[in-house]
C-alpha cells in the first residue's frame, strides 16, 4: 500500500528548492538479512512489502540490493540501460568479447548478466565501447541491484522484486530533497564489489569530499551527496581499512546528517550518525535481523509480535553478517 | 469496554471518537488493538478515560494528552506524549528520542529505555524512565521534573532552565550550565513521591540518585521569578 503525497506540502525543500545539489531529507530504508534459509525463497516479497511501507517517506526513486545466488569462477554485472533498451543485441556483442555464452535476466531497464571472472575486464572494456549509454551499476559474486525514478511499490513491482529470493537485501525510498529525481540520483550506490551503500539525510560538506575524493581520482556521476559517502568508503577501503572501519572513519570526514546502511557479501551494516538525526528501528527474532526507518516497515515480517525490537544507537556501527 | 481494532477502524476514526467523548461520560476504558507503528495513536484527548494499546506504536502516540491516562503495551516511536497537558502516559516498552517533548504537564512513565532528547524544552511534564536515556536529554528544559533509574548519556541538561534532573546511575557529560547540585530533603521528597508514581517505590534507593540543575549563568535568572517554574 502506498499514500498518496501531496508533494507541494511533504517534500522538504532545502535553501531555495533548487533541485541541484546533494541530499535525500526524509526517505526510508529498510534492511532485511535472514537467519533461518527457509525464509530465503521470500526475501524479495517481505523486503517488497517493506518498501511499500515506506513509499510516503520517499515517493520519488526506490532501488534495493538484492543478495542470491554465486555462480563460482563468475561475477555478476547490473546493467542499467534507458527504457527500450536493445538488451538482446547487446548480449550478443558482449558474448563475442567473452568468447561464450552469458546466463542473463532482463528486468525492465536492468540486466543482471553473469560473466566469468578471467573476462570481466574485456566485458567492461567492450560495454564503455559499444553500449557508452549503458552502465554498471552494480557488480559482485551474489549483488545485484535494481534503482528506478517512480513510487516504490511500482518501482518493485517493475523490476519484479517479490519473486526474488536471497540471503539478504536493503532498500530505499527517495524523497529528493537537493538533487534532481533522476535514476542516477536514485540509491543503493555501489561502494565496490558486493557492496553498496542507502543513505538517509543530509551531508553538508559533500561538495568539498567530492572534490577531495576526484584528486584521489574517484569519479562521480551526479551532484548527490549519497554518492560521495559511496566514494569516500570506495577510496577508505581501496587504502586498505574494512569497511566497519571506514563507517567508523567517515564518522569524522562526512558532516551533515545521516543513517547509513550498507550491503556486503555476507550481511549488512547500520550507523546512525552521532547526533541520530535520522530515525532508525531494528528488529531481530530467530529467522531473521530486519532494519527499518521506522516500525511501520517491520510489521509484516513474520514473527514480528515476538521479536525483540530496538533503536539503534547513534555513531555505533553495527553489523549483522553470516558467519 | 470499547475496543477498536486498527486493523479494521481508521486511525482518525479512532481518534475522532475519543476526541467526542465527554468529560464525565460512561465510557472510561479503552482497548486499540493492532496500532502497527501507526503515528499519532490517540493523539489530543481530553477525558479522564484509560486508553490501553495494545503493541509498538510510531510518532507522537498521546501527544497533547490532557486528563487521559494511556497505556502502551509495547514501544513508542518519535515524541510520545509531546506536549502533554495533564494525566498519564506510560510506556512498557522503550520510547525512541524526544519522548515528552514541551510537555507542560502530566507525568510520562517509561518502563525500559528513552532515546535521544527525552524531555527536551519540557515544560512542567513529570518523566520517570525506568532504564536509561540517550544524547541531550532535558535539552533547554524550563520545568518539571526527569528522573532517570539508570544512566544518561552525553549533554544531559544543555541549556537548562529549572526543571530538576534525577539520574541513578551515570551521566556520560553534562550540556551547558548544567551542573550537579546536592540532595536535599525537599529533594529526596520530590523524587520519592515521582517514584511513586513511576511504581518502583521501594525498589531503588533514593541515595544513590544525584540531582542536576541549572548553574543560571546562560539564561537570566531572577529569583523574584522563580514561581513561575
Known sequence: MCLRIDRRVKRCEAGDGKADTGASCMCGIVGLFLKDPRLEPELGMLVAGMLGTLCDRGPDSAGFAVYGRETPGAIKLTLRAPLGHDFDCLTEQLETAAGASLPRVVRDTHMVVTVPLAREAAIRATLVEVAPEVSVVGAGRRMEIFKEVGRPDLVASRFGLPDMTGTHAIGHTRMATESAVTTNGAHPFTTGPDQCLVHNGSLSNHNAVRRELARHGLAFQTENDSEVAAGYLTLKMREGLSLDRALQASLATLDGFYTFVVGTESGFGVLRDPIACKPAVMAETEKWVAFGTEYRALVDLPGIDAARVWEPEPATVYFRERQ | ?229
Not at chain 2, 460512561?26 to 490501553?52: K, S
Not at chain 2, 490532557?66 to 497505556?71: H, I, N, P
Not at chain 2, 536535599?184 to 508514581?197: G, K
Not at chain 2, 543560571?216 to 513561575?228: C, P
Open chain 2, 1 to 229: 469496554m470499547p475496543t477498536i481494532d486498527l486493523a479494521h477502524t481508521s486511525l482518525r476514526e479512532l481518534n475522532a471518537t475519543l476526541h467526542r467523548l465527554k468529560f464525565d461520560g460512561n465510557e472510561t476504558h479503552w482497548r486499540v488493538l493492532n496500532p502497527r507503528g501507526q503515528h499519532a495513536v490517540a493523539v489530543g484527548i481530553d477525558a479522564p478515560i484509560l486508553v490501553e494499546i495494545e503493541g509498538h506504536v510510531g510518532y507522537y502516540c498521546a501527544g497533547m494528552n490532557q486528563c487521559a491516562t494511556v497505556v502502551v503495551h509495547g514501544n513508542a516511536g518519535p515524541g510520545v506524549a509531546e506536549n502533554m497537558m495533564s494525566g498519564q502516559v506510560h510506556v512498557k516498552g522503550d520510547v525512541s528520542q524526544a519522548a515528552g517533548a514541551t510537555g507542560r504537564g502530566g507525568l510520562l512513565v517509561v518502563d525500559g529505555n528513552a532515546a535521544a532528547r527525552c524531555g527536551i524544552s519540557m515544560k512542567g511534564i513529570d518523566i520517570v524512565v525506568k532504564g536509561s536515556v540517550g544524547h541531550l536529554s532535558a535539552f533547554m528544559a524550563q520545568a518539571g521534573c526527569l528522573v532517570v533509574l539508570g544512566d544518561a548519556g552525553e549533554a544531559l541538561g544543555d541549556s537548562i532552565y529549572e526543571a530538576h534532573l534525577y539520574v541513578g546511575g551515570t551521566v556520560k557529560s553534562l550540556g551547558a550550565d548544567c551542573v550537579h547540585k546536592p540532595l536535599q530533603d525537599h529533594h529526596r521528597a520530590e523524587l520519592a513521591r515521582l517514584l511513586e508514581a513511576g511504581g518502583v517505590k521501594g525498589e531503588v534507593d533514593i541515595n544513590r540518585f544525584r540531582r542536576y540543575g541549572s548553574a543560571r549563568r546562560l539564561y537570566h535568572f531572577h529569583i523574584d521569578n522563580v514561581g513561575s517554574y
